[in-house]
Structure formats: C-alpha cells, structure tokens
C-alpha cells in the first residue's frame, strides 16, 4: 500500500469516476461535490441493488471513507487502480472516463 501523501486533492480528482472491483459484485462512485469528495457505493445482494453514500476525508496525508469504521483509500497512477482497505482492489469501469 501506498504511503500517505501531501498531494489528496490532486490524487483525489486524478481517482474520479466509476471504479468496479476485481470481483465484479461491487461498484462505487468517486465524485466532487461542492468541494467535498464522496464514494457512492453500489453492492449486490441476493439480486438486489443497495447503494450508500459517504465522504471522504484526509487525515495526516491519508484518505479515508467516512463509514463509521476506517476505511482506508490509495491510488496507484501507474497501473490506475485504487485499494480499500479493508475492500480489495478496484479498476477504472468501462463506463468512465479517465480525465
């Protein structure tokens, strides 16, 4: 995993758009809104679709997912992929763009 960085902003609006994880069953959101970066995350259960919403923050140079637990959040810009921890590894979808 990545090391915290100073740089959240810029890293943050680099990881915009709709990212899938490597299993396929979970989906989430990265999106500015006003100034405050949300997840919006959409999971399958037994054929239903629930989707929460929540902030991210920045917390000594680390991004977290504002769940109620730490959910940690790195991007790698080399091989465009972003890691939850605890969550995996998700890839850009198909659906959106890389700006």
Do not use: H
């Not at 810029?10 to 006003?34: C, H, I, P, Q, Y």
Request: glycine residues 10%; positive net charge; proline residues 1%.
């Amino acid at each position: 995993m990545a090391a915290c960085k100073d740089n959240t902003q810029k890293e943050l609006e680099r990881m915009r758009g709709e990212w899938v994880s490597k299993s396929g069953n979970t989906v989430f959101a990265l999106w500015n809104d006003n100034g405050q970066y949300k997840v919006t995350r959409t999971v399958k259960v037994r054929g239903r679709e629930l989707t929460n919403t929540y902030a991210v923050r920045q917390t000594d140079g680390c991004l977290y997912i504002d769940t109620g637990f730490a959910v940690v959040l790195t991007y790698d810009g080399k091989t465009d992929r972003i890691t939850l921890s605890p969550g995996g590894e998700y890839q850009r979808s198909d659906k959106s763009l890389k700006q």
